[in-house]
T-cell receptor, first 117, second 116 residues
Framework: AQTVTQSQPEMSVQEAETVTLSCTYD???????LFWYKQPPSRQMILVIR??????QNATENRFSVNFQKAAKSFSLKISDSQLGDTAMYFC??????????????FGTGTRLKVLA | GAGVSQSPSNKVTEKGKDVELRCDPI?????LYWYRQRLGQGLEFLIY????????KSGLPSDRFSAERTGESVSTLTIQRTQQEDSAVYLC??????????????FGSGTRLTVV
């Protein structure tokens, strides 16, 4: 069974600085997808960034980038130039296809990030 | 609609009562998912709909939980004889099709259920 581990329950960073959130996962699959979602107090899960396992190049979305180490099963999120609006819970998630034809997530327990003014 | 809409936003119920949670997906989205988020935890899969059929119900925790969907529209998650361990945020999400799930879901803001 797949598992996702986020070992940092809480983190803080000064505004404009860089922070890295860690995530490791366990799977025997070779083809899968990895995601980071942000959950602000509004509770809505917002997709931050997505990585396809068969792509070696690390995904980047503006100030957000990942360090994907497939062999080590590690998928960390780097937030550059942190902004107050980045304050939220961040969830790492693993996804693969299933026999029912859908794509289901397995989520980590989250990292609460606070950006300090 | 423009986004995934869930109602009610918050629900407090007495132990033993039945509750219905509603999800209105993005118009045209055929795939719909329910997840549960307990306090301090990540999301747990409950059920997946493609159209009005549910090919994957493997996450429903007990027979007190059921869900239905009308066509490719509204879905209702029903919890009968609620227990305190059912307290959680229930999140709904949709995608434009079964095969689109790996691009990510669009989530609603959830229903926070508190059983007292």
């Amino acid at each position: 069974a797949q598992t996702v581990t986020q070992s940092q329950p809480e983190m803080s960073v000064q505004e404009a600085e860089t922070v890295t959130l860690s995530c490791t996962y366990d799977t025997s699959e070779s083809n899968y997808y990895l995601f980071w979602y942000k959950q602000p107090p509004s509770r809505q899960m917002i997709l931050v960034i997505r990585q396809e396992a068969y792509k070696q190049q690390n995904a980047t979305e503006n100030r957000f980038s990942v360090n994907f180490q497939k062999a080590a099963k590690s998928f960390s999120l780097k937030i550059s130039d942190s902004q107050l609006g980045d304050t939220a819970m961040y969830f790492c998630a693993f996804m693969r296809g299933t026999t029912s034809g859908t794509y289901k997530y397995i989520f980590g327990t989250g990292t609460r990030l606070k950006v300090l003014a | 609609g423009a986004g995934v809409s869930q109602s009610p936003s918050n629900k407090v119920t007495e132990k033993g009562k039945d509750v219905e949670l509603r999800c209105d997906p993005i118009s045209g989205h055929t795939a719909l998912y329910w997840y549960r988020q307990r306090l301090g935890q990540g999301l747990e899969f409950l059920i997946y709909f493609q159209g009005n059929s549910a090919p994957d119900k493997s996450g429903l925790p007990s027979d007190r939980f059921s869900a239905e969907r009308t066509g490719e529209s509204v879905s209702t998650l029903t919890i009968q004889r609620t227990q305190q361990e059912d307290s959680a945020v229930y999140l709904c999400a949709s995608t434009s099709g079964r095969s689109q799930g790996h691009y990510g879901y669009t989530f609603g803001s959830g229903t926070r259920l508190t059983v007292v």
